[in-house]
């Protein structure tokens, strides 16, 4: 559960994040030197990247929480 949710922001912000890409190409296009804003190897490799390390960043907790015993955490609650 906890990593289904991760997996769905990811890609929610991945995706909010390639099109805000495109809509502000015009203010990114003075800063890039010899890259274009819609250059697909630079934008495919970010989002990879970053959609990696969101990953990684999901399973950690993800992992502990299928080590606790769920009849443990009931009886804290």
Do not use: N, W, Y
């Not at 769905?8 to 030197?33: D, Y």
């Not at 819609?38 to 390390?53: K, N, Q, R």
């Amino acid at each position: 559960m906890i990593a289904g949710e991760g997996v769905t922001l990811i890609a929610l912000g991945a995706a909010l994040g390639l099109a805000g890409t495109f809509g502000a190409a015009q203010a990114l296009r003075s800063m890039l030197f010899h890259v274009e804003p819609h250059d697909p190897v630079s934008l495919v490799a970010v989002t990879a990247l970053l959609s990696i390390v969101a990953l990684i960043a999901t399973l950690i907790p993800a992992r502990r929480a299928m080590r606790t015993d769920p009849m443990k955490a009931l009886r804290c609650e």
